[in-house]
DNA sequence: CTGAAAGCGCTTACAG
DNA sequence: CTGAAAGCGCTTACAG
C-alpha cells in the first residue's frame, strides 16, 4: 500500500487507511487528529505524519452528520447585480473565516428548499425576506437566522435578530445636507408606490409635505406598476417587485425610468435636487439624465444611500448617506455566529450612519 | 405522537420516525419516497401522506454521504466586483438548475482548503486558475473541474475542459470595427505588463506595431506595477496580482490611473480610440476621463469586452466585443454537469462573437 | 492510554 | 413485496 493506492486510485483515503498503517484503531486516528482525548506520544507523531504523507483531507459530509453542525452559513439574496450586497457579502466572508465559518451564496434558492442545502445559519437580506421567513418557513426549521433590516422592521420579523441601518433617520440626514446646500424643492425616486411603508419614502414625505403641499406627488418617482398605471416605460415591469424572490429588472433600469419622468415633468416645476432610493438606482438615474443632456450637479444635485464601491467609478461620484455595506456584512456574521454558537445576543444592532461626500452635490448656499 | 414532537421539538424528523407512524421499516419507506424498488400500494399512500403531513424533509447530509454525490458545484471565483462574474454565475444558476444543480459560491475559499465544502464539481473563472489548478491542486483531487476560458488557454491546463471565449480573434475585431469608424491610433490599457502573453494585448501589439512603430508602447497601458515601477499611482498596487487568489484593487482602480497616464501623455501623441481589458476597467477610465474634462466619444473613443449588463447603465453606453456572460456561464454549467454524468465532452468549446454597438465610439470616417 | 461499539440519516443488495 | 443488515466516514462514551 502506498500513496498511489489513494492518490491515484479513484477511491479517497480514511481515517481507517490511517489506521491500518499506523497500526492502530480508527479511534485513536481520530483522537490524534482532532487533539482530543489520550494519545499515547509516538503513536500520535506516526499518525498525523501518515496523514500528512498520503494529504489525508477528512470528509466534510461525514463529519457534518455526526457532528449536526457544518460550519457553513448561507447568504441568502437573490441580487448580486446590486453591489451594496455584493459588499455586504464580502463583510461577511471575512467576519465569518475569522470564526471558522464559510458563507456560501446561492441566488438560486427559494425557502421552501432551503433545506437542500445544510447549513449551520442562514442572514437575510431584507425586511421582507425577514417577515416572510419568519411567517411561513421558519416555523418549521428552526435555524439560526438573523436579517439586515433598513429602518422597515416588520412586526412579524422581530424575533429575527437584525443589523439595522435606520433609513429614516438616513433619509432625514440626507434632506438637512441638502438644505444645507441651499437646495429646497428636494425630489425622490424609489421602486415602490406612495403607498408603501418604506422607510425612506416615509421620511421624505413627512419632511416635504409641508415645503411641496398638494404639488408633492409630482416630486415624487415610484417606479413601480402600481404607480405608474398603464405608463409604457413600466409594461415590462408588470409582474415585479411582487416577492422579493424574482429580480426580474434591477434598480438600474428604474432608475432610467425615473430620469425620464422626471425630464417630462421638468417643464412644470423645478427641483434642484433628487433623493435616490440606493446606489444602484441613482447610477441608472445618472446615466439617463446625462444622455438627455443635463449635467451633474450643475443642472441637477443627486444624492443615495448605500455607498457601495462602485459610487467612485461613476463621474460624478456620488454623494451618499450610509454605512460602509462591509462592515454591516460583518456585523451580520458576528451576530449569526453568535446565535449559532447560544451566545447572548442582542435583537437589534443599530449601525451609525454616515456622510460620505462626493461630486453630485452643487452648493448653491453660496451662489 | 403528532406533529409537535418534530416541528416543534428540536429533532427533526426522520424516516425512521416515518416507519413508526406507517408501521413499516425505513427500507420501505427510503422505496417510497424515493419511488425505488417494490412497495405494495397501499403503504406508499400512507408514507407519503404522513411525510406530507408532518412535513418531512430529507437530510441532504446524509444522502450525500450515502450516495457520495451532492449535486452541487462550485464557483471558483474571488471578484464579485467585477460584473462579468456576477452575469457569469447567473448564466450558471439557471444552467444547472434545469439539470437538478446548485451552483454556490464562495469567495472566501482558496485552493488547499477546496475539499472543505463537498461539491460534485468545479467552475474555474480563467485560464490562469485552471493552470494552477491543473499543475498543482487538481493531482490529488480528482474532482471534475472546467473553466472558462479568454484565449489564454495555458499548456497546463489543457486537461481542463473549457467554454473559451477567443480574446484574441475578440481584439482583432475590435480594431477593425475602430478601423471601419475611421480610427488609425489606437490605444490599449489592460492591467498586465507589456510582456503579459494575455491574448488581448498580444491581438493589439500585433496589429499596432506596423501603424505605431517605435512608439507603440506610448500607447499603450498596463498598469502593473512592474510596468509602471515607481509611479506613484502604483504604489499601492505593489503586490497585486501577483496571484489570482487576491483581489486587493478592481480593474475600475486601474482604469482611473490608466485615464491619468493617458491624459498626460495626450500632450505628445494624439491617440483618437482606446481599447480596454474589460468593461470594469473601461468603467473606471471612462469616469476618469470624463472628470478630466474628456467627451466620450467626441473627444476620444472607448471599446471593451465583456458585454455585461452594466454597459447600459453607465453614460454613454459602451461599444463591446464580447459574448453574452450569461451564455458563457450557461454552457460552464452544462459542460460541469456533463463531465459528472460522465456524458461525452468536447474539451474546447468556442463561443461566438458578437459586436455590441453602444455610443462610446465616434464615427470619424464621415467627417 | 486503547479499541470495540453505537450512532448521525440515509441507501441498497439480499434473503425471505 | 418486505425488513434486517451492512455501509458511507466520522465521533465519542465506555469498558478494559
Same mark, same amino acid.
Given at each position: 500500500?502506498?500513496?498511489?493506492?489513494?492518490?491515484?486510485?479513484?477511491?479517497?483515503?480514511?481515517?481507517?487507511?490511517?489506521?491500518?498503517?499506523?497500526?492502530?484503531?480508527?479511534?485513536?486516528?481520530?483522537?490524534?487528529?482532532?487533539?482530543?482525548?489520550?494519545?499515547?506520544?509516538? $503513536?500520535?507523531? $506516526?499518525?498525523?505524519?501518515?496523514?500528512?504523507?498520503?494529504?489525508?483531507?477528512?470528509?466534510?459530509?461525514?463529519?457534518?452528520?455526526?457532528?449536526?453542525?457544518?460550519?457553513?452559513?448561507?447568504?441568502?439574496?437573490?441580487?448580486?447585480?446590486?453591489?451594496?450586497?455584493?459588499?455586504?457579502?464580502?463583510?461577511?466572508?471575512?467576519?465569518?473565516?475569522?470564526?471558522?465559518?464559510?458563507?456560501?451564496?446561492?441566488?438560486?434558492?427559494?425557502?421552501?428548499?432551503?433545506?437542500?442545502?445544510?447549513?449551520?445559519?442562514?442572514?437575510?437580506?431584507?425586511?421582507?425576506?425577514?417577515?416572510?421567513?419568519?411567517?411561513?418557513?421558519? $416555523?418549521?426549521?428552526?435555524?439560526?437566522?438573523?436579517?439586515?433590516?433598513?429602518?422597515?422592521?416588520?412586526?412579524?420579523?422581530?424575533?429575527?435578530?437584525?443589523?439595522?441601518?435606520?433609513?429614516? $433617520?438616513?433619509?432625514?440626514?440626507?434632506?438637512?445636507?441638502?438644505?444645507?446646500?441651499?437646495?429646497?424643492?428636494?425630489?425622490?425616486?424609489?421602486?415602490?408606490?406612495?403607498?408603501?411603508?418604506?422607510?425612506?419614502?416615509?421620511?421624505?414625505?413627512?419632511?416635504?409635505?409641508?415645503?411641496?403641499?398638494?404639488?408633492?406627488?409630482?416630486?415624487?418617482?415610484?417606479?413601480?406598476?402600481?404607480?405608474?398605471?398603464?405608463?409604457?416605460?413600466?409594461?415590462?415591469?408588470?409582474?415585479?417587485?411582487?416577492?422579493?424572490?424574482?429580480?426580474?429588472?434591477?434598480?438600474?433600469?428604474?432608475?432610467?425610468?425615473?430620469?425620464?419622468?422626471?425630464?417630462?415633468?421638468?417643464?412644470?416645476?423645478?427641483?434642484?435636487?433628487?433623493?435616490?432610493?440606493?446606489?444602484?438606482?441613482?447610477?441608472?438615474?445618472?446615466?439617463?439624465?446625462?444622455?438627455?443632456?443635463?449635467?451633474?450637479?450643475?443642472?441637477?444635485?443627486?444624492?443615495?444611500?448605500?455607498?457601495?464601491?462602485?459610487?467612485?467609478?461613476?463621474?460624478?461620484?456620488?454623494?451618499?448617506?450610509?454605512?460602509?455595506?462591509?462592515?454591516?456584512?460583518?456585523?451580520?456574521?458576528?451576530?449569526?455566529?453568535?446565535?449559532?454558537?447560544?451566545?447572548?445576543?442582542?435583537?437589534?444592532?443599530?449601525?451609525?450612519?454616515?456622510?460620505?461626500?462626493?461630486?453630485?452635490?452643487?452648493?448653491?448656499?453660496?451662489?
Amino acid at each position: 500500500m502506498n500513496e498511489k493506492d489513494f492518490e491515484g486510485g479513484n477511491r479517497k483515503m480514511t481515517r481507517k487507511d490511517i489506521a491500518k498503517l499506523a497500526g492502530v484503531s480508527v479511534s485513536v486516528v481520530s483522537r490524534a487528529l482532532n487533539n482530543s482525548g489520550y494519545v499515547e506520544s509516538g $503513536k500520535r507523531q $506516526k499518525i498525523l505524519s501518515i496523514a500528512k504523507e498520503y494529504g489525508y483531507v477528512p470528509h466534510p459530509v461525514a463529519m457534518t452528520l455526526q457532528q449536526a453542525r457544518s460550519r457553513q452559513i448561507l447568504f441568502f439574496c437573490k441580487d448580486m447585480q446590486n453591489p451594496f450586497n455584493v459588499d455586504l457579502y464580502y463583510g461577511m466572508i471575512n467576519a465569518a473565516q475569522e470564526r471558522g465559518y464559510l458563507v456560501l451564496y446561492n441566488a438560486a434558492i427559494n425557502f421552501d428548499r432551503i433545506r437542500d442545502i445544510y447549513v449551520d445559519g442562514i442572514i437575510l437580506q431584507n425586511d421582507s425576506l425577514a417577515a416572510i421567513y419568519a411567517g411561513q418557513y421558519g $416555523k418549521n426549521y428552526f435555524l439560526p437566522v438573523v436579517t439586515a433590516s433598513f429602518g422597515n422592521r416588520e412586526s412579524m420579523a422581530v424575533s429575527i435578530p437584525a443589523v439595522d441601518f435606520d433609513m429614516y $433617520k438616513a433619509c432625514m440626514s440626507a434632506i438637512a445636507y441638502l438644505r444645507k446646500c441651499g437646495h429646497k424643492y428636494i425630489a425622490y425616486a424609489g421602486p415602490y408606490p406612495r403607498t408603501d411603508s418604506n422607510a425612506r419614502s416615509i421620511a421624505w414625505q413627512n419632511e416635504m409635505r409641508p415645503v411641496l403641499g398638494d404639488r408633492m406627488y409630482d416630486y415624487f418617482y415610484g417606479i413601480h406598476y402600481s404607480e405608474l398605471g398603464q405608463s409604457k416605460e413600466l409594461k415590462e415591469f408588470r409582474s415585479d417587485y411582487m416577492s422579493p424572490f424574482t429580480v426580474k429588472e434591477t434598480f438600474y433600469a428604474k432608475g432610467k425610468i425615473a430620469a425620464r419622468l422626471f425630464m417630462k415633468r421638468q417643464t412644470s416645476f423645478k427641483a434642484t435636487a433628487i433623493i435616490c432610493f440606493n446606489d444602484e438606482m441613482a447610477f441608472g438615474m445618472m446615466a439617463e439624465l446625462q444622455r438627455c443632456g443635463m449635467k451633474i450637479p450643475d443642472d441637477v444635485s443627486l444624492m443615495s444611500f448605500d455607498c457601495t464601491h462602485q459610487r467612485e467609478s461613476h463621474y460624478p461620484t456620488l454623494t451618499d448617506i450610509g454605512v460602509d455595506p462591509r462592515y454591516q456584512g460583518a456585523r451580520l456574521a458576528n451576530l449569526l455566529i453568535d446565535k449559532i454558537e447560544q451566545k447572548k445576543i442582542s435583537y437589534t444592532e443599530k449601525l451609525p450612519i454616515h456622510l460620505f461626500e462626493g461630486d453630485s452635490v452643487k452648493d448653491l448656499s453660496q451662489t
